[in-house]
């Protein structure tokens, strides 16, 4: 089991490096502490706003990385990585200046500079990361934007397991309590049980209450995925989803975080949030509405 689980994810880390992620085989250069790549997180800083990140370390000096990464760990446990991702933040020392750890693509037209920090966005996707300060429990993978993680995946191959092996091992190993990379909000951002036949994902680690909706094409109108004789049925995650244009459109615009009052009832009012990922069905109709609107507009 353990050969074919490695195969399986030998091949879906050779068809991302060759669309441009980088891939690490172990977990060397990790933070588990704060759930961060650090080496990515300043390679982006330093290569895409230069001025900000001068000002900073002049003022910071000898310690300026590790104030820097102490208060991105602090504005991710405030705003979480998606509002990090979308709105930036500042940092005393930065002369006022806003460090942004991504640039997404705009709706209509690139100028110069921001097809140059488009290009510069570092996705990277490391295999067994051991990201418990408790224990020694890793996960198979873990996807990461500029440093910041986004995504993990528990892999499985229908040979020996399935989907819900890895759907279990989410509920009963991966307890999120004072983990980062785990933690609603703070962490990644979605979490994919990922075998050869079948994908599920949630937005929320809750243990045992963990609640996993399809992430499957459907197959003539039924659950699961159309048989791929050329090689996985699941392939669409790295072939469709995982590609890096479309994986930045999906982080920059597809994920919501949605919050509802809800009156409880002793008649305080309490907010609930929940991340929204898109489905595979709703990705594939909103993509297919673009492309129809770029065909009437022309080239």
């Known amino acids: 089991p353990i050969h074919n689980e490695i195969e399986f994810e030998n091949d879906v ?21 704060r759930a961060l790549f650090p080496e990515d997180v300043f390679a982006w800083i330093k290569e895409t706003q230069p001025k900000a990140w001068e000002k900073f370390a002049d003022h910071h000096g000898a310690n300026a990385e590790a104030e820097f990464l ?15 991702l979308r709105n930036g933040f500042k ?14 693509r705009p709706a209509h037209g690139l100028n110069p500079d ?22 020694q429990n890793s996960i198979d993978l873990v996807l990461f934007l500029n440093g910041l993680p986004v995504a ?17 091992q989410y509920r009963n190993d991966r307890d999120p309590k004072n983990e980062p990379l785990l933690t609603f909000k703070r962490g990644a951002l979605v979490h994919f049980a990922l075998s050869t036949e079948e994908i599920a994902m949630t937005t929320r680690l809750a243990g045992s209450k963990t609640f996993f909706l399809p992430f499957n094409k459907g197959n003539q109108r039924k659950a699961g995925n159309p048989p791929n ?9 790295w ?6 244009e479309m994986w930045l459109r ?50």
């Open 70 to 84: 102490k208060r991105l760990a602090k504005v991710l446990e405030e705003e979480g990585t998606l509002g990090v």
């Open 229 to 237: 004789p050329n090689g996985y049925d699941t392939h669409y995650l």
């Open 13 to 33: 880390c050779s068809h991302l490096e060759a669309q441009g992620w980088q891939v690490s085989l172990n977990d060397t250069g990790y933070d588990r502490e």
């Open 239 to 244: 072939d469709e989803i995982l590609v890096p």
């Open 250 to 299: 999906i982080l920059g615009s597809f994920i919501q975080l949605e919050r509802k009052r809800e009156k409880q009832p002793d008649g305080k009012f309490i907010t609930k949030e929940t991340m929204i990922f898109p489905r595979y069905h709703q990705l594939s109709a909103v993509n297919q509405l673009v492309a129809l609107q770029e065909g009437r507009r022309g080239p």
């Open 114 to 135: 921001i097809e140059e920090r488009y290009r510069a966005n570092r996705l990277r996707v490391v295999r067994q990361v051991h990201y418990s300060t408790k224990n």
């Open 91 to 104: 940092a005393v020392g930065a002369g006022g200046a806003e460090f942004r750890m991504v640039q997404f």
């Open 152 to 168: 993990t995946i528990e892999v499985k191959t229908q040979f020996t397991q399935s989907i819900e092996d890895a759907k279990a």
